[in-house]
């Protein structure tokens, strides 16, 4: 069962198993293997825990069986890498264009709904096309710095690096948020661009 749960990003190997008391030698073979000790429906001897804990060895006791297999889950669920999402959380509508006398554009903008941040990530909406996708160089409300603006309230904003906004485009603001994936979303989307990470069990 826990050897099922691997995937082409995260593989377990069982190194050993065994019937009995947890011992020294299974101590020893995880120290020397950089792995963990399951013990299910078992305990280990005094001489065993000692050695567990000087050689700092992670000895883990289960006796129901789907415990164990979910710990191991989530164990290797933690080695995998992150996906990261973008969501939307606020758009606004260019109202009016403002040159700078040293180069630059400022947009004058009505936020339709939700906010916009300064931290946002801004995609540009013309005629239905996305023409830009970049950062904001400065928010501003009336004559103020403001690190976020609300719907319905005004706001003037520069992107960074582009210059080309026009009157009535759509600017959409994104957050990017970490999303950790699960054994079941790695198996159905393998990476093979990079090598496996590995979490070795002894039992």
Do not use: W
């Amino acid at each position: 069962a826990l050897e099922k749960l691997s995937t082409e990003q995260v593989r377990l190997q069982v190194i050993h198993g065994g019937v009995g008391a947890i011992n020294e030698s299974d101590v020893m073979l995880a120290s020397a293997s950089n792995a963990i000790v399951l013990g299910f429906n078992v305990r280990p001897i005094a001489k065993a825990i000692e050695m567990a804990e000087k050689e700092q060895i992670d000895v883990r006791l289960y006796n129901i069986i789907y415990k164990a297999i979910d710990d191991v889950k989530k164990a290797m669920e933690g080695l995998l890498q992150p996906v990261y999402k973008e969501v939307q959380i606020g758009q606004a509508q260019v109202l009016q264009v403002f040159n700078l006398p040293k180069g630059g554009t400022i947009a004058g903008c009505r936020v339709l709904d939700g906010k916009i941040t300064r931290s946002a990530i801004i995609h540009q909406i013309r005629e239905n096309k996305e023409i830009f996708k970049g950062s904001i160089v400065s928010l501003r409300r009336v004559k103020d710095d403001v690190r976020e603006v609300l719907a319905g309230f005004e706001c003037g904003l520069r992107l960074e690096g582009h210059n080309d906004v026009l009157v009535n485009d759509i600017l959409q603001a994104y957050t990017t948020e970490k999303v950790t994936m699960t054994l079941e979303e790695a198996a159905a989307k393998p990476r093979k661009d990079r090598p496996a990470d590995r979490l070795r069990g002894v039992l």
